[in-house]
């Protein structure tokens, strides 16, 4: 191939893939890729911070000559490290240590963006929902407090349906993953939405309604309601998928998921 392709063309993607098609898989690895983004995660025992750090590297190394054969750079300013472990012993000793990269030295990350989901250390979601409505709260009270201020010409329908579709996205995105995280860090979505539907409908903050009446007027579902209904479409649509890798990520069953799965983590990863 003597040329590139433009950047968001049709082709380019399907050329893309068949490029790195035969990317190696390390040994003990597991590779994530989703255009060119890419994610390698390795499982060591616990506590072995210098076995960890061995495993990653190597297996970096791998990839890293197979990119250098076809002539991809890695962007080595991009690079993060994150350790994902329940052990306390294994985290502090993350915070002091440093990993040596290409031509760059890397410390590791509490917390990582991934395809637009913040991964912290535990897998709490706390930072990824904290973000969620710090980008919310700018848009909902500054690009479009606007439309939301009370007491304006646009109609309290038109309000909830400029929620639902630019702000409520936002909070919900990637909830598949976060459905089960701590109510104490889920609750702030809710009271998040509440505020919104208060703004909408003019009710002022010192002004009692209760919130099951007040999503009755907005004729729109709690949080939690609508959560749990993207996520169970969402595990349905992959069982039925033809592709194997997106029809074994697993059946969903509500009661199971909110009340009997846990994170589970065994090893440091």
Same mark, same amino acid.
């Given at each position: 191939?003597? #040329? !590139?392709?433009?950047?968001?063309?049709l082709l #380019?993607? %399907?050329?893309?893939?068949?490029?790195?098609?035969?990317?190696?898989?390390p040994k003990g690895a597991k590779?994530?890729?989703? #255009?060119?983004?890419?994610a390698l995660a390795v499982e060591v025992n616990w506590k072995n911070l210098k076995l960890a750090k061995k495993k990653v590297l190597s297996s970096l190394d791998l990839i890293v000559r197979f990119f250098d054969k076809w002539?991809?750079?890695?962007?080595?300013?991009?690079?993060?490290?994150?350790?994902?472990?329940?052990?306390?012993?294994?985290?502090n000793r993350t915070e002091v240590d440093q990993?040596?990269? !290409?031509?760059?030295?890397?410390?590791?990350?509490?917390?990582?963006?991934?395809? !637009?989901?913040?991964?912290?250390q535990k897998l709490l979601f706390k930072d990824h929902i904290n973000k969620s409505l710090t980008i919310a709260k700018s848009i909902a009270f500054s690009t479009l407090y606007c439309f939301f201020k009370?007491?304006?010409?646009?109609?309290?329908?038109?309000?909830? %349906?400029?929620?639902?579709?630019?702000?409520?996205?936002?909070?919900?995105y990637g909830?598949?993953?976060?459905?089960?995280? #701590?109510?104490?860090?889920?609750?702030?979505?809710?009271?998040?939405?509440n505020k919104m539907l208060r703004l909408c409908f003019n009710i002022n903050w010192d002004d009692f309604i209760n919130n099951e009446k007040l999503h009755e007027l907005a004729n729109i579902p709690t949080i939690r309601e609508f959560v749990n209904k993207l996520t169970s479409r969402f595990y349905d649509d992959c069982h039925s998928h033809d592709n194997n890798l997106i029809s074994n990520l697993g059946n969903y069953d509500?009661?199971?998921?909110?009340? !009997?799965?846990k994170h589970r983590l065994p090893l440091a990863v």
């Open positions: 191939m003597n #040329a !590139g392709v433009p950047q968001g063309s #380019a993607p %399907h050329l893309f893939n068949i490029f790195i098609n035969d990317i190696p898989i590779l994530s890729l989703f #255009a060119d983004d890419t002539n991809i750079k890695i962007n080595e300013s991009k690079t993060k490290f994150i350790m994902f472990s329940k052990s306390r012993v294994m985290l990993i040596n990269f !290409g031509n760059s030295i890397s410390k590791w990350e509490k917390s990582v963006k991934y395809l !637009g989901i913040n991964l912290d009370k007491n304006n010409v646009v109609k309290e329908h038109q309000k909830v %349906h400029l929620y639902k579709t630019v702000i409520r996205p936002i909070l919900t909830c598949q993953v976060f459905n089960n995280c #701590a109510k104490s860090h889920f609750n702030k979505l809710q009271i998040f939405q509500h009661e199971t998921f909110m009340n !009997g799965f």
